[in-house]
């Protein structure tokens, strides 16, 4: 099976830095994704690393370490629209996804 | 182009009863999921269909819930005699073609209450 585990909420002012910390248990997988989730909203697509190292996308970021079982994802310039919960999940042509991690920007 | 997208967007339900919950992919996605989400929580697999076929169905919980994709593209998650312990929001997502490292793009979901 899998299992993913990343902090329940973050909160921090807008412009700030945020890092979302992702650790994974797994027998195998083909890469880490993260997606963001709006209240009531559909979970988006955001970054994707099939191979260790930082992948960067505007203001977000996102690291693997598979010697680690490890990533996360980084927020950048925060602003107050980020405010939702981010989903880190492995691919395995399905995705199996953590609990979630709940944002708060703050003015 | 269109999203995913998923009707009704809200069901409320009696103990017992039987629903179905529909998602039209993007057009062309040969890939659909499901996945259901409970309060709190991350989605949760539930099936995949590669065309016409469930490619992966060891998600669904038990055999009171049956998806279905006959032309490859519309889908329908079907829920006999549901249960209160079912509500939850149901999430479909599709992909170009099932790839590994493919980003999936969700619908917004349909909640399900079960009274």
């Known amino acids: 099976g899998q299992s993913l585990e990343q902090p329940s909420e973050v909160t921090a002012v807008e412009g700030a830095i945020v890092q979302i910390n992702c650790t994974y248990q797994?027998?195998?997988?083909?890469?880490l994704s993260w997606y963001q989730q709006h209240d009531g909203g559909a979970p988006t697509f955001l970054s994707y690393?099939?191979?260790?190292g930082l992948e960067e996308t505007g203001r977000f970021s996102s690291f693997l370490s598979r010697s680690d079982s490890y990533g996360y994802l980084l927020l950048q310039e925060l602003q107050m629209k980020d405010s939702a919960s981010y989903f880190c999940?492995?691919?395995?042509?399905?995705?199996?996804f953590g609990a979630g991690t709940t944002v708060t920007v703050r003015a | 182009g269109a999203g995913v997208s998923q009707t009704p967007s809200n069901k409320v339900t009696e103990k017992g009863k039987y629903v179905e919950l529909r998602c039209d992919p993007i057009?062309?996605?040969?890939?659909l999921y499901w996945y259901r989400q409970s309060l709190g929580q991350g989605p949760e697999f539930l099936i995949y269909?590669?065309?016409?076929?469930?490619?992966?169905d060891s998600g669904l919980p038990n055999d009171r819930f049956f998806a279905v994709r006959p032309e490859g593209s519309v889908s329908t998650l079907k829920i006999q005699r549901t249960e209160r312990g079912d509500s939850a929001v149901y999430l479909c997502?599709?992909?170009?073609?099932?790839?590994?490292?493919?980003?999936?793009?969700f619908g917004p979901g349909t909640r399900l209450l079960v009274l």
């Open positions: 997502a599709s992909s170009f073609s099932g790839g590994y490292q493919e980003t999936q793009y």
């Open positions: 797994t027998s195998g997988f083909y890469g």
């Open positions: 057009s062309g996605h040969t890939a």
């Open positions: 690393n099939a191979l260790d």
């Open positions: 999940a492995l691919n395995d042509y399905k995705l199996s």
């Open positions: 269909f590669q065309g016409t076929g469930a490619a992966d």
